[in-house]
């Protein structure tokens, strides 16, 4: 059964070794992950499915699983040489995934035994009590919107066999040029981008969001809504009430923290 399920961001200034003095401009958003750790505490999950942009090494038309029995979490990429944390892979459920999608989907196994930001910036925060919780990391494909919805209903059909407690984490951030002065440049759309999907997200329609204007998109540069299709595909059928924790754009780039709170 799902027990938790959220769309969190990846900053790595989110990290207080990598953010310093920097992490203050995010305090809503530390604050939110802070209570979503709580919930999933609380969920007391035998599995956390972490869903990333940035895990699929391969980055091209598969979904990746990532079978490396042990996953290390550091941010030495980012100047940090302190953070080290290490989680256990639930690699039985991994190869269920597999198997029961690569009819469906291209869909290939890696082993990385380092992961990627995307996966790690949320695993840091929401494992804090977790550490010996068993991960199952997802990498989504360069495939179309509806195949990643497709692709989390099949993972739930899994998640039903398995009798397990499943938390689900989609990482993603919204869009990369709501500044003028973000990294990617500006768009005088990405703004528009933000507000719809989080009007999607609270009216719950995938529909809409699968209808989206393929510019606006474009125009956004936002690396999580291929992460965020996966997680209401899985979820999609189950009573669910959408509760956004926090929403921050100190640095140019849309950062959503929700919580989908599963009945
Ligand atoms: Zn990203």
Do not use: W
């Given at each position: 059964?799902?027990?938790?399920?959220?769309?969190?961001?990846?900053?790595?200034?989110?990290?207080?070794?990598?953010?310093?003095?920097?992490?203050?401009?995010?305090?809503?958003?530390?604050?939110?992950?802070?209570?979503?750790?709580?919930?999933?505490?609380?969920?007391?999950?035998?599995?956390?499915?972490?869903?990333?942009?940035?895990?699929?090494?391969?980055?091209?038309?598969?979904?990746?699983?990532?079978?490396?029995?042990?996953?290390?979490?550091?941010?030495?990429?980012?100047?940090?040489?302190?953070?080290?944390?290490?989680?256990?892979?639930?690699?039985?459920?991994?190869?269920?995934?597999?198997?029961?999608?690569?009819?469906?989907?291209?869909?290939?196994?890696?082993?990385?035994?380092?992961?990627?930001?995307?996966?790690?910036?949320?695993?840091?925060?929401?494992?804090?009590?977790?550490?010996?919780?068993?991960?199952?990391?997802?990498?989504?494909?360069?495939?179309?919107?509806?195949?990643?919805?497709?692709?989390?209903?099949?993972?739930?059909?899994?998640?039903?066999?398995?009798?397990?407690?499943?938390?689900?984490?989609?990482?993603?951030?919204?869009?990369?040029?709501?500044?003028?002065?973000?990294?990617?440049?500006?768009?005088?759309?990405?703004?528009?981008?933000?507000?719809?999907?989080?009007?999607?997200?609270?009216?719950?329609?995938?529909?809409?969001?699968?209808d989206l204007d393929q510019e606006l998109i474009k125009e956004s540069g936002a690396c999580g809504l291929r992460s965020l299709l996966i997680l209401l595909g899985i979820i999609k059928e189950l009573n669910y009430q959408?509760?956004?924790?926090?929403?921050?754009?100190?640095?140019?780039?849309?950062?959503?923290?929700?919580?989908?709170?599963?009945?």
């Amino acid at each position: 059964m799902i027990t938790f399920a959220c769309f969190v961001p990846h900053s790595p200034i989110l990290i207080p070794e990598v953010g310093k003095e920097n992490l203050d401009k995010l305090k809503d958003t530390v604050k939110a992950y802070k209570n979503l750790e709580e919930d999933l505490y609380s969920a007391k999950p035998d599995i956390i499915i972490i869903i990333s942009p940035h895990a699929n090494s391969q980055a091209g038309q598969f979904f990746t699983i990532n079978q490396s029995p042990y996953f290390n979490l550091n941010f030495k990429k980012f100047g940090d040489l302190v953070t080290k944390v290490q989680l256990v892979n639930e690699i039985g459920f991994g190869y269920k995934i597999k198997e029961s999608c690569e009819d469906f989907f291209p869909i290939i196994l890696t082993a990385d035994q380092e992961l990627d930001y995307g996966s790690g910036v949320p695993l840091f925060y929401l494992t804090e009590h977790l550490r010996q919780t068993k991960i199952v990391s997802i990498g989504y494909a360069d495939l179309s919107y509806s195949d990643h919805v497709k692709f989390g209903q099949l993972i739930r059909k899994q998640i039903n066999l398995s009798g397990q407690r499943v938390a689900i984490i989609a990482s993603g951030d919204l869009s990369h040029k709501l500044h003028k002065d973000s990294p990617a440049g500006y768009s005088d759309r990405a703004q528009e981008f933000d507000q719809t999907i989080m009007k999607l997200i609270q009216e719950k329609d995938i529909d809409k969001i699968l209808d989206l204007d393929q510019e606006l998109i474009k125009e956004s540069g936002a690396c999580g809504l291929r992460s965020l299709l996966i997680l209401l595909g899985i979820i999609k059928e189950l009573n669910y009430q959408p509760v956004q924790l926090s929403y921050q754009s100190p640095f140019g780039i849309g950062y959503l923290v929700e919580n989908f709170e599963v009945k």
